[in-house]
T-cell receptor, first 111, second 113 residues
Framework: GQQLNQSPQSMFIQEGEDVSMNCTSSSIFNTWLWYKQDPGEGPVLLIA?????ELTSNGRLTAQFGITRKDSFLNISASIPSDVGIYFC???????????FGGGTRLMVKP | NAGVMQNPRHLVRRRGQEARLRCSPMKGHSHVYWYRQLPEEGLKFMVY????????ESGMPKERFSAEFPKEGPSILRIQQVVRGDSAAYFC???????????FGPGTRLTVL
């Protein structure tokens, strides 16, 4: 089945640092979604991207839809302790409709 | 505007029993999706339903698992004769349009003893 490769798998950073994570696919995606999941909770939608090249911000978060339609990245600026959690990329590939999830990036922030 | 609601949040069953998980979508959403998540893994699609119809069940095991979304009431994911390998977190999501942005509920954590 369709796979999304998300990297890094985990990050341990100091509070105040910027964070970057990305997601790649071997096939074209027509939408990219970024979710955050806190322990014991469901994923929360952070940013949705619909067009190649699109750059969208949500507070300290910025995400971009890659020009090739096969990748996306998420940046978090000036990280704070509550940014801790698992970040997932997701999207429906061009050839299908179902939402496929990446394996997640586990973010840990040291105060 | 309440979000997606799931109950119970935690469910413990013995092997061979039935598990019934409920999901109420966000108001105005008629598209419901069920996902399964094992510890330290991403979410795996199971089934997509609209009111009274199963649209795509390609991710759902053919035996013991069933799902419904009746005209009235919540969507139900039913697991019959549970086995230890069914232990996982089951998430429901809803969207206002097909395959659109999906909003997730808090999940039901199923433990099979």
């Amino acid at each position: 089945g369709q796979q999304l490769n998300q990297s890094p798998q985990s990050m341990f950073i100091q509070e105040g640092e910027d964070v970057s994570m990305n997601c790649t696919s071997s096939s074209i995606f027509n939408t990219w979604l970024w979710y955050k999941q806190d322990p014991g909770e469901g994923p929360v939608l952070l940013i949705a991207l619909y067009k190649a090249g699109e750059l969208t911000s949500n507070g300290r978060l910025t995400a971009q839809f890659g020009i090739t339609r096969k990748d996306s990245f998420l940046n978090i600026s000036a990280s704070i302790p509550s940014d801790v959690g698992i970040y997932f990329c997701a999207g429906p590939p061009w050839t299908g409709n179902m939402l496929t999830f990446g394996g997640g990036t586990r973010l840990m922030v040291k105060p | 505007n309440a979000g997606v609601m799931q109950n119970p949040r935690h469910l413990v069953r013995r092997r061979g029993q039935e598990a019934r998980l409920r999901c109420s979508p966000m108001k105005g959403h008629s598209h419901v999706y069920w996902y399964r998540q094992l510890p330290e893994e991403g979410l795996k699609f199971m089934v997509y339903l609209q009111k009274e119809n199963i649209i795509d069940e390609s991710g759902m095991p053919k035996e013991r698992f069933s799902a419904e979304f009746p005209k009235e009431g919540p969507s139900i994911l039913r697991i019959q004769q549970v086995v230890r390998g069914d232990s996982a977190a089951y998430f429901c999501a809803s969207s206002p349009r097909p395959y659109n942005e999906q909003f997730f509920g808090p999940g039901t954590r199923l433990t099979v003893l």
